[in-house]
């Protein structure tokens, strides 16, 4: 198929059909925890953020103006500026070296799992990173391998400026995209003429500036976001077996029958004793994120965030999509085999799963017996409902429409799930030393005195938060709030009635919520 077809034609028909499947599942299903918590960013706009750049949240800030707030609105940014991703995977794999080897690599890039879902389609702040990554990509193909040797540069600097301004924007892995493009041109004799050259320089100036409103808000916030990223680098004790789980997570993350060939095409570009300074500009791109985020593991607080090394990933489908396209043209039916299974097995899974968050069919042996191995006592895909059964308690007990009710919970990645069904028609305070950027959306004072609804996910029979408590008169448990998938109940949440929100009299400094409370910043 891919030899008797046209491959733009082919390209732009994949690009269609895939995106009209992810605007569904952007309004049909429910909201991630992270994407349940970033909402509110959205909903108050600022100049930056605790923990992420600005761009996702205007961009999702904009849509759910111009759309109302709901599912949709928050995702069809990401949903469409994925479809511009994959096109420019294309047209980068087009131009450097054939329109087979773009269609090659769009096709990997769309049937790999973190990319064809929770990058392509959920409001987080990958989207726009990879848009604009590859943008930025395709601006420096245009300066380093050049149609025209005796052309112009500087408005390809000035384009390249613009775009890394705008990934700097997104998410705060373009540092690795500036340091890569510096490590290929310093390696490679036939670039080193652009280290005297102003172009680069243009370029930097262009990306300061539009870093503006990041340095502004931090500078007034006293540069929590920088303080808050650079924590999770080290500083805590060592353990390799964060290793393994970094390096399992990605190959689960991408699909295991991708991860290991761009593995090996990444290695034997690095063996290759002669790789073209088209590969070699590929390799250092992809590498760095990978290898960072990689082999930091054991020594940063980095979790489950597997997808940090995505933008790695998405250039190496390009080297991968390369050597693929040669194995196609030699007739390799072992890789014709390999590729149409690759694509057959996402779309079944991806299909399975979706059916599965929406019904809870599943429910017996399949994600939640997955996630038991891992200490997860519900069932993971419960990430993707939206618990609608908070607002339907809300409404039944006259909550929404009392003015004098806020909400109270415990913890951020709790906080969304609980925040979202009730579409931002309560305050949200968050009774935890980690609030994240929920420090900065409410004002506490506003609230002395008065009453709040303190939700929390149930587990086992434990008392009222340590950091609720002293911040009420009294605190009594109400009847438990269950969620309910398809008549199943799937989980259940501990909901509280506190009378009479006020200051501690003991300090509680390690509190943020305690410090906003005496006009001091939250951080």
Not at 36 to 63: E, H, K, N, V
Not at 303 to 316: C, E, K
């Amino acid at each position: 198929m891919l030899q008797r077809s046209n491959p733009r034609h082919l390209a732009l028909w994949i690009i269609g059909i895939s995106t009209l499947f992810r605007l569904y599942l952007a309004a049909f299903t429910g909201l991630s925890v992270g994407e349940s918590y970033y909402w509110r960013g959205a909903q108050f706009l600022q100049l930056s953020y605790f923990d992420q750049p600005p761009l996702f949240l205007w961009l999702s800030g904009i849509t759910i103006r111009l759309l109302d707030i709901s599912n949709f609105a928050l995702r069809l940014p990401a949903v469409l500026l994925f479809s511009g991703t994959s096109y420019l995977l294309y047209q980068i794999g087009a131009r450097l070296f054939n329109p087979k080897v773009g269609l090659v690599a769009l096709i990997l890039l769309n049937i790999s799992f973190v990319f064809t879902i929770p990058v392509a389609s959920w409001f987080q702040p990958d989207a726009p990173l990879m848009f604009f990554w590859l943008m930025t990509t395709w601006g420096l193909i245009q300066v380093f391998f050049p149609k025209e040797p005796n052309g112009s540069s500087f408005k390809w600097w000035i384009f390249i400026g613009v775009a890394l301004g705008f990934t700097t924007l997104s998410k705060y892995h373009a540092l690795f995209l500036m340091a890569s493009t510096f490590l290929f041109v310093v390696i490679n004799p036939g670039q080193r003429r652009w280290l005297k050259h102003p172009g680069p320089y243009l370029a930097l100036l262009i990306t300061a500036i539009m870093l503006t409103p990041v340095l502004l808000w931090n500078a007034e916030h006293q540069w929590v976001s920088f303080n808050f990223q650079g924590s999770r680098a080290g500083g805590y004790q060592v353990d390799f077996t964060r290793l393994i789980r970094s390096i399992v997570g990605q190959m689960a993350w991408i699909a295991p029958w991708i991860w290991f060939p761009l593995i090996i095409v990444l290695f034997k570009t690095v063996r290759s004793t002669e790789p073209s300074q088209k590969e070699s500009f590929l390799f250092w791109l992809a590498i760095l994120p990978i290898v960072f985020f990689t082999f930091i593991a054991p020594f940063a607080r980095i979790g489950f965030h597997f997808h940090w090394q995505a933008p790695g990933y998405l250039i190496a489908f390009l080297l991968l999509g390369n050597a693929v396209a040669k194995n196609l043209e030699n007739n390799q039916r072992s890789t014709r085999k390999w590729l149409r299974s690759s694509i057959a097995i996402t779309l079944v899974f991806t299909l399975l799963l979706t059916v599965h968050m929406t019904t809870g069919f599943w429910s017996a042996f399949g994600p939640k017996l997955v996630g038991e191995q891992f200490g997860n006592t519900t069932d993971p895909t419960m990430e993707g409902v939206d618990f609608t059964d908070i607002r339907k308690r809300f409404e039944q007990e006259g909550w929404l429409k009392n003015d004098n009710l806020f909400v109270a919970t415990e913890k951020w990645w709790q906080t969304g799930k609980i925040d979202w069904p009730l579409r931002g028609e309560k305050d949200v305070l968050i009774f935890h030393p980690d609030p994240r950027n929920h420090a900065y959306f409410f004002e506490p004072k506003a609230w002395l005195g008065k009453d709040a609804i303190y939700v929390r996910y149930k587990k086992e029979d434990r008392p009222p938060s340590s950091h609720v408590v002293p911040f009420f008169e009294s605190i009594k448990q109400l009847p438990d709030l269950p969620v309910i998938r398809y008549s199943k109940t799937e989980l259940v949440m501990e909901v509280f009635y506190c009378k009479g929100f006020k200051i501690p009299a003991q300090a509680r400094w390690d509190l943020p919520i305690y410090r906003r409370l005496l006009d001091q910043e939250p951080f």
